[in-house]
């Protein structure tokens, strides 16, 4: 038996309004939607691959939608063996592919939604994509990843600054969103600068080095920090080195550490993948209200009163 663990991270869903800053985007019209048309009509592509709404399920016990999304692969498609039997590729017709799944917990009352990840199915810029081109061109869906605004604000309030890490993810899909044109730092000007991609992620490091009279420009640490909390779904990293006022030690505040973020875990047998079904409770059980329940709900709610 081993042990499998998921990571998850939380998003509101919005959409931009003429006139005004964003609404709450209306995932359950979407879902009857997507429910109406097939699998094919759900398809899109994402990368060189595609990627679909598998399922859509409402819990009544949960009273939340629980989403389902597969990323279908044409290639690196790969072998079988056995101890004493010879790798061969697993044999696909054309209108076959290798499948990986991420599910999602959506709860309507908050727009919130609630994703597990998976490195080898569709990344939350991927889905913020999917919806994306799911829905008509005059419509444009954002997932907001829930931050924690004390740490900006203590690098804000702080004296100095003597390093900021700070690390891009998914840039391919990125730059297909067009999401990188939000950033008005230096970092968005050297990612936009770069005919092509040399990775999927990017870190970039500012740093006085060893001297203790030099500082990073107060001006582009706002400005970074500013493009970090206004797109935090750019970013998987971002760490600041400050002095405090009043302070001579420095002390490294991690932006993301404090935002909410879970894991999940299962117990796993050979041959035995998990269901979609086990995955609903997984995080029914970790983010719902209820006896027996973490509730992760109430901190969520916390964090969007902030």
């Not at 605004?149 to 100095?160: I, W």
Request: glycine share 2%.
């Amino acid at each position: 038996m081993a042990i499998k663990k998921f990571k998850c991270e939380y998003y509101q869903l919005t959409e931009e309004v003429p006139n005004a800053r964003e609404a709450f985007f209306d995932l359950e019209a979407w879902i009857n939607i997507m429910e109406g048309v097939s699998l094919a009509e759900r398809t899109r592509p994402y990368k060189e691959d595609s990627v679909r709404l598998e399922q859509a399920y409402y819990h009544p016990n949960y009273e939340c939608w629980f989403l389902r999304f597969m990323r279908q692969r044409p290639n690196d498609v790969p072998s079988l063996s056995g101890p004493d039997i010879p790798s061969e590729f697993m044999d696909l017709e054309d209108n076959q592919f290798v499948s990986e799944d991420v599910s999602c917990l959506f709860d309507p009352e908050n727009n919130v939604i609630m994703v597990q990840k998976n490195s080898h199915s569709v990344s939350p810029v991927g889905l913020e994509q999917y919806f994306n081109n799911t829905t008509p061109n005059e419509t444009v869906v954002h997932l907001r990843k829930i931050v924690a605004t004390d740490s900006f604000q203590k690098v804000r309030r702080s004296r100095r600054c003597r390093k900021i890490i700070v690390r891009v993810a998914d840039m391919p899909t990125l730059r297909a969103r067009g999401l990188l044109d939000n950033l008005r730092s230096t970092v968005g000007q050297m990612v936009r600068a770069m005919q092509e991609t040399p990775s999927p992620y990017l870190e970039f490091t500012y740093s006085v080095g060893m001297d203790r009279s030099l500082e990073v420009d107060e001006d582009e640490v706002n400005a970074i920090v500013d493009d970090i909390q206004n797109n935090p779904i750019v970013f998987d990293r971002a760490k600041v080195n400050i002095i405090e006022e009043n302070e001579t030690k420095q002390r490294m505040v991690d932006l993301f550490l404090d935002s909410p973020k879970d894991e999940i875990s299962f117990n796993t047998e050979r041959n035995n993948p998990i269901r979609f079904d086990a995955m609903m409770d997984a995080l029914g059980q970790k983010y719902c209200q209820g006896n027996g329940r973490e509730n992760r709900k109430r901190d969520i709610n916390f964090y969007l009163r902030r």
